[in-house]
């Protein structure tokens, strides 16, 4: 299914994003993100 946020989203990765579940990564403290992009990629 593709991501929640990718009608808004400025890094989308078309054929990526708009197709595939983003793996959910655990950063610690109960936090989660759910994005193909890295962490680093996103925090711009
Ligand atoms: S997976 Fe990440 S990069 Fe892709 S649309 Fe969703 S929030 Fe944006």
Redesign the pocket.
Known sequence: MR?F??DR?P???EG??DRED?PIRRLGEGHAI????SERE?MH
Do not use: D
């Open positions: 991501c946020f990718f989203c890094l989308a990765v990526t994003c983003p759910e994005c193909h992009r996103f």
